[in-house]
C-alpha cells in the first residue's frame, strides 16, 4: 500500500509563475508537457546523528558537552517519528510523493509516519540494559516521487494526532501496527516523539545517565484513552523542520547531539545524588529544569507546546 500526499503537486500559483516568466523572455525550469513525460522516481530520504563531526555510534564517548565541556556523552537509544513529509521544487511548489509502507512506514487514512530508530542495542552503551532500545535499526525514509528538481524539504518529528486518536482508539498494546507498537508513555496515554538515552561521564570519571523524551501531554481525563474526548493534546510538542537547499539524492538530515543538548548543566537529577544528569520527560520547566533549553533547542515553546521550524537549531543537512 502506498499513499500520495500530494494529489494536487501543480497549483495556479506555479502555472502563473510559469507564464511571468515566459512573458519577461525566461522560461520555467518544467514545461508542461515534460511533466507529463516525468516518470515516479524512488527516493531514500536517509538520517544519521552527529557530534561535532563525529557520526555517532554505539560504542564511542563523545566530549565537549555542558557550560564548562567537562562532559562526555555515549548514546543508548536515538530514536524518533518522521510524518508531515514534503519535498519543494526551486519555485517552491510542492512536488507529487508517495510514500513507501514497511514495517517502518505506516499509514492511513490520517496520514504517514516513519521511525528512524539509529541505534541497536547489541554494543556499548547501546547495550546497557535500563537505556537500550530495540534490536533492530532504521536510518531512511522511502518512497517515490516526480522529479521535478528538489530543493527543501520539510517535515514534523512526530506522529500525527489524528493517527494516534484512532491507533489508540481502535488497537491494544498487542496488536498496535508497526511501528506504533512502540514510543508509547505507557499504552493508550499517547506517544513519544523523540527519545535519546544516554550515558554521561565527567573529567573525573563520575557517571550518570540522560533521558531525553519528547512527546505530547495533557491528552486525556482521569480513566479515558488518550484523545478520546479531543483531537489534539493539550501541548503537542511535536519539532518541525524545513531544509532549504535540500536534495536527498545528495543531502542526509542531520540530527546534531551538540545542538540538541546545549545550555544543559549536567546537574544531579535527583535530590542527594551526587551524579550528572539530565532529565526531560516534556514536563513543564518548574518541575523539569533540564525541558527548558531542550524545548528552546527544538523550536518548541514549553508554554503552549506549538513548533517553529526556523526554530529548531537540532536538525541540520550536509
Known amino acids: 500500500m502506498q499513499l500520495n500526499v500530494n494529489f494536487k503537486p501543480f497549483t495556479i500559483a506555479s502555472l502563473l509563475a510559469a507564464s511571468l516568466l515566459s512573458a519577461c523572455g525566461g522560461s520555467s525550469s518544467r514545461d508542461n508537457d515534460d511533466v507529463k513525460n516525468l516518470v515516479p522516481r524512488a527516493f531514500s530520504l536517509n538520517f544519521k546523528a552527529m557530534s561535532g563531526v563525529e557520526e555517532i555510534d554505539c560504542d564511542t564517548m563523545y566530549s565537549g558537552y555542558g557550560d564548562d565541556q567537562s562532559y562526555s556523552v555515549g548514546v543508548s537509544d536515538l530514536r524518533f517519528y518522521v510524518s508531515n513529509i514534503k519535498f519543494y521544487d526551486l519555485y517552491d511548489v510542492e512536488i507529487e510523493t508517495t510514500l513507501d509502507e514497511n514495517d517502518f512506514q505506516y499509514q492511513n487514512e490520517q496520514g504517514f509516519v516513519g ?8 554494543t556499548g552503551s547501546c547495550a546497557l540494559d535500563s537505556l537500550s532500545g530495540t534490536s533492530r535499526t532504521n536510518s ?7 522529479d521535478t528538481g528538489v530543493a527543501k524539504v520539510t517535515f514534523d518529528l512526530g506522529l500525527p494526532q489524528a493517527m494516534m486518536k484512532e491507533v489508540i482508539a481502535t488497537t491494544s498494546v498487542e496488536d498496535a501496527p508497526s ?10 496515554s499517547g506517544y ?3 527519545l535519546m538515552n544516554f550515558t554521561i561521564e565527567d573529567t573525573n570519571g563520575v557517571a550518570g545517565n ?20 479531543q483531537d489534539e493534546c493539550d501541548y503537542v510538542n511535536t519539532p518541525k523542520v524545513a531544509l532549504n537547499n535540500f536534495n536527498p539524492a545528495i543531502n542526509t538530515v542531520v540530527i546534531d547531539m551538540q545542538n540538541v543538548l546545549a545550555g544543559l548543566r ?9 551524579v550528572p544528569g539530565v532529565s526531560c520527560h516534556s514536563a513543564p520547566v518548574a518541575m523539569q529544569a533540564d525541558c527548558g533549553p531542550i524545548f528552546e533547542n ?16 537540532t536538525v541540520t543537512a550536509e
Open 115 to 122: 521511525l528512524i530508530d539509529l541505534t541497536s542495542n547489541a
Open 140 to 146: 531512511l525514509i522511502s518512497g517515490t516521487y516526480i
Open 179 to 188: 511501528p506504533l507498537n512502540e514510543m508509547y508513555w505507557s499504552w493508550a
Open 192 to 194: 513519544r516523539h523523540f
Open 210 to 229: 540522560g533521558l531525553l523524551h519528547i512527546g505530547s501531554k495533557s491528552c486525556t481525563g482521569d480513566g479515558l484513552l488518550a484523545l478520546e474526548t
Open 266 to 274: 549536567f546537574a544531579p537529577t535527583a535530590a542527594g545524588v551526587d
Open 298 to 313: 527544538m523550536g518548541i515553546s514549553t508554554e503552549t507546546g506549538e513548533s517553529v521550524a526556523t526554530d529548531n537549531s
